[in-house]
Each structure stands twice: as structure tokens, then as C-alpha cells.
């Protein structure tokens, strides 16, 4: 299952506990009385433990990855495929015609700037919501728990379905409701003729999509909050604003970060949103890096452009991927 | 919204204890009330559009309201061509890929979280970091090797990519269940004359399991909802998953969105009650990662 889809339970977003919430599931005394496991040099059992994880990962993430490298440096179309030639070397060719194309920058201009409205959207938004979820009485925030679990739960591809059939030309719900204001003539209105109207409508599934994820995790971040220090705040004057700057802000903050991080990585990576609503079969107006990478690689059938476009996209993102890690390492996630 | 955290004009004074707070609340319920009708329409949506009449569906004027409930279209989604054998391809690939998934990684999360051994650390960080890598550069090199190895058009070749992509995630959060089960016990069912074997068995699978069965199911949610590799490792219809299958609602002459309604109900439907009852076991296994093994 590719990244940008998965339901975000992978990757680790350390929420900070406060004693009170501490809840181990098995009610036991969290770390500090815990005397670390031993490290015991030369001992066997647990390098065979892990060995059938860290062989499936090297055959169907490290080895496809080399792969990718490797192919990004040959030829290989659609007879090496079916014949089973070896392709020939090119060099850097592939990355000379990608890097000379024109189409390949405004490509990554395209996705860099959808990826910042939509990580900026899902964001705000979402920091808005979790704010107010704090302030809700409890069956309200019960409700609208229930609603972003539900709207969590949709496969992508229902989701997708579902944005498909709202903006239908024909008989979406979104020109129904627009020509009841702007009149008739709304009826029938296609949305995706205009690239910057269809990537509207894609944002709105994204962004939509995202932000279940995004208010939950911090939502439970907020509860972290002491509530004596933003009382205490208060009590000594500080408004509504001060109080989130200065006492709220630098507890949420970690999480916040790496959210939004994760966000980025996602945004950047879109694919699912775009190919399904396109049909299938995006016009080029609406081709990300990984769409671009995919229609070079299985509609023009030249594996090794496609590779090398993945391999771009792959270096463009490490430095974020990195970032991330780092923060990982500074909460104590990986120890 | 934006100064959401500012008192509402109606309490008079700015130092309030939390019971006054309540006064003020109302603002907010309803703002978290309009947002909840706005998150869940989407998924009303696609339920009312499931079961109202085709003459509605095709029609100008969309009422928010179905005039009458009729099960037609799921009528039609059933008949849609190789329904059954979608459902079958479904569950094959998905439950085979859990169950072999889960075994390793509960493996590997063990070692993780119960040995300190060299390179463990580099592990950890290698299964985070292959999650962020973008799809396109997994399938195609997977796509041109299973063709080399005969493995397109096959269950195996799905299993076994649907299998690994489940492993970074489920080890990582199996890990953090492990990490909360004190040492101790598992020592102490030692002193006691189990073996490790023993202890594991008996002390240490039980206390997992609640978190294993989280894990699980999280991991055949993900595969139940794959579509991409599916639709590209797998060209035979006979062999379509349900998310492909779905894709054969459009065709040239249109999409029949009452069908495509109901269909999208039914696959997603099982994906929701899952959903909801591991909601509160998956924010505890995102955080328990925090306590440090």
C-alpha cells in the first residue's frame, strides 16, 4: 500500500504524556524503574528474531530501490521487458532529458505548490479544530470525534469515488448547489477543464482526507496541556492569544512539527487523489512528480525514464524524510 | 474561530475558573457541531445516493433528501461481473498477507523491544524511513521483477508486496506494546521453570494480544483498501480485487454512480466497524511509542 494512503498508524508521532494521562495499556509503572534489557554481546537470538523482517524489507523496499537506481541509469522500454534483453547502459541520458524537459520543472512546481497549499490548508485547519475540540462539551466533541473517525475510515479509493460523483458535470451536488445561487447556467459545468478548478476539487479531497489524522493526534497532544499553567496564565493577565503563545504553543509544538513533516512528505507524494479522479488517466495539466514518473513508465513504456523521474523525487524528499528523523531522535522515539 | 481561545463576550471578567467556562461553551458546540456535519457529509452522501432511485441520481435538481429508499442499486452493484470472485481475491490476499505479516513482524518487534543488539537502532530508523518513499519508485522495479519472475497476474506477487508493506508500521507498533509489558514478568515466570519459550508463551502473548489483534487489524484495513499495485500486478478481471472491480463501473459510455454508491457501501463498510473499534487501541499504540523501552 503506498504511503500517502496508509490510515498513518506507521509512523510514530510521539505524543507527550502527562502523568495523570500515562495509561500503559497494562497499568504497569512506564520506564524509569525499569533497569534497560542487557545487551548481550554475540547472542544470537535476537539477529534470528529479526532476520525474516529484515529480508522481506531488503527484497521488496531495498532491493526494488537499488533496482530503481540501476534501471534510472539504462534503457529499458517495453521490448528489454518482454524479451528479456539485457538493456543497454545510457549514463546519465535519462537524467539529461528529464533535467532538459521543461515539462519535468513545471511538473515539480506544480507538486511543490500544491503540496504547500495543501499541507498549509490541512494545518491550519487542523490546529483550528483540535483547539476547538478542547473547548466542546464532551457529547459535541463525542460527535465530531465519530465524524472525522468516519470520514478517517474511507478507503481512498470510495473517497475518491464519492468526490468523483459531487462534482460530476452533469448531476454533482456541487453545481446543484452553485446554480441554485449563480443560476442555471452552472449546470454542467465542468471542473476539471481548468486544471486550477480540478486541483481545487483534488485539494478538497486531500485536504479533507487528511484532516481527521492531523486534529486527533493533536488533539491528544492539547490534553498534555497543564491545565494550571494556562489558568495561571490567565490569572496573571495574559489573554487568549498570549496564553496559546506561551504555554500552549511550546507543548504542541514537537507534535505540531512533526505532523506537519509527515504532512509534507504525503503532500508531496500525492498520487491516489489525482489518478482517481482524473479517471485513470490524468491529462498531463494535471501530473505530479509521481504521476509523471508513473505515465512515462506504464503509458510510454519507458520504465527507465519513469525510474528516473521516482529516483528525483526520491533525493528532492530525503532531506525532509531526514528532518523528520531527527525530530524522531529528539523525542526519544528512536532510542 | 482563529481566537477560539478567547473568552465569549458573555462572561464578564477574564479570570474564570473551569466551571464558568461551561457558560460560554455554546459558541463552540456549535461551531464543532457544523464542522462534524461537514466532515461526515461526504460519507452520508455516499450512503443516500446508495439507496435512493436511479431517476434521482441522474437528475438536475440533487434533493439533500431521497424521496424513497430502494435497494436497486445494490442490486445491480451485486450483478456487476465478477463480484464474487473480487471478494475472493479480496480476502486471499489480504488475510494471507496479515497473517504472515504479523508473524514476522511481532518477531522482529520483540527483538527490537527486548535485546539491545548492534545495528537495532538503524532498523528502527530504516523501517520508518522506507514508509516515506513514494510509491512509484517501489512499483516500478516490483512491477518489471515479478514480470521477470512470472509473478504478474498472480495471488503470490500481491501477497507478498500487500505482506511486507505491513511490516514497517506493525513493527514499529508492536514494539510499543512490548516495550509496556514489564521485563519482570517474563523473569519471573523464568525463576518459576519456564524456558523463554515458556514465558513468552504463556506471560508475555497473552498480555500482547489485545495490541497484536490492534496491529492486525489496522494492517488488513490497509491491504483491503490497496488499490494501485492491485491494479497494475493484476490484469486478469477474474482475478480483480474489490478496489479494482470498482473501477469497472466507468466505462466509456459513463459511470453508474448508484451502483458505484452501493458497491463503494459495501467495501467500505467493513472497513468502518474495524475501524471504530481499534480507533482508541491505534491512538494508544501511536503514543505508547513514547515510553521509551
Known sequence: ?335 | MSTSTAPSSTSEDRPRLRPDRRKSRWHYDVIGLVTAVVMAFPVYWLIISALRPNQEIRSYDQTLWPSSITFDNFTRAVKQPNFETAIQSSLIVSVTAVVGGMIIATLAALAIGRFRFYGRKALLMVLILVQMLPPTAMLIPIYAQLNAMGGLDEYWGLIVVYLVSTLPFAVVMIRGFVVNIPVELEESAMVDGCTRMGAFVRVVFPLLAPGLAAASIFALVNAWNEYLFAYILINDDSKYTLNVWLMTFTTERGTDYGALMAASTMIALPVVVFFMIIQKKMAAGLTSGAVKG
Not at chain 1, 483534488?202 to 485536504?207: F, G, Q, R, S
Request: contains cysteine; hydrophobic residues 55%.
Open chain 1, 1 to 335: 500500500m503506498t504511503v500517502a494512503e496508509k490510515k498513518a498508524a506507521g509512523p510514530p508521532v510521539p505524543v507527550p504524556r502527562s502523568p495523570e494521562a500515562a495509561s500503559p495499556p497494562l497499568g504497569a509503572a512506564p520506564g524509569k524503574s525499569r533497569p534497560r534489557p542487557p545487551r548481550r554481546k554475540g547472542a544470537l537470538l535476537p539477529y534470528l528474531l529479526v532476520g525474516p523482517a529484515i529480508l522481506a524489507v531488503a527484497a521488496v523496499y531495498a532491493f526494488p530501490l537499488v533496482k530503481t537506481v540501476i534501471m534510472s541509469f539504462q534503457d529499458l522500454g517495453r521490448r528489454e521487458l518482454w524479451t528479456g534483453e539485457a538493456p543497454p547502459w545510457v549514463g546519465f541520458e535519462q537524467f539529461t532529458n528529464i533535467l532538459g524537459d521543461g515539462e519535468f520543472w513545471s511538473v515539480t512546481g506544480r507538486t511543490v505548490v500544491f503540496m504547500a497549499v495543501c499541507v498549509a490548508a490541512t494545518m491550519a485547519i487542523g490546529l483550528l479544530l483540535a483547539l476547538l475540540m478542547a473547548r466542546l462539551t464532551t457529547w459535541v466533541r463525542l460527535v465530531l470525534t465519530f465524524a472525522l473517525v468516519a470520514a478517517w475510515s474511507m478507503p481512498l479509493m470510495v473517497a475518491a469515488s464519492i468526490f468523483r460523483w459531487l462534482a460530476d458535470s452533469d448531476y454533482g451536488l456541487i453545481n446543484t448547489l452553485i446554480a441554485k445561487v449563480a443560476g442555471e447556467d452552472f449546470l454542467g459545468h465542468n471542473w476539471f477543464l481548468d486544471p486550477r478548478q480540478g486541483f481545487a476539487i483534488i485539494a478538497l479531497l486531500v485536504i479533507w482526507g487528511a484532516i481527521p489524522f492531523v486534529v486527533i493526534t493533536l488533539y491528544a497532544a492539547l490534553t498534555q496541556v497543564p491545565r494550571e499553567l494556562e489558568e495561571a496564565a490567565a490569572l496573571d493577565g495574559a489573554g487568549a492569544a498570549k496564553v496559546f503563545r506561551f504555554v500552549t504553543w511550546p507543548v504542541i509544538r514537537p507534535v505540531f512539527t512533526m505532523v506537519a513533516t509527515l504532512s509534507v512528505i504525503w503532500d508531496f507524494n500525492v498520487f491516489g487523489q489525482i489518478w482517481l479522479l482524473r479517471g485513470n488517466k490524468p491529462e498531463p495539466d494535471y501530473e505530479t512528480l509521481g504521476l509523471y514518473s508513473f505515465s512515462k513508465a506504464f503509458e510510454s513504456t519507458s520504465f527507465s525514464q519513469g525510474s528516473a523521474i521516482a529516483l528525483i523525487t526520491v533525493v528532492l524528499l530525503s532531506g525532509v524524510a531526514v528532518y523528520y528523523l531527527r525530530q524522531l531522535m529528539k523525542t526519544g522515539e528512536v532510542e
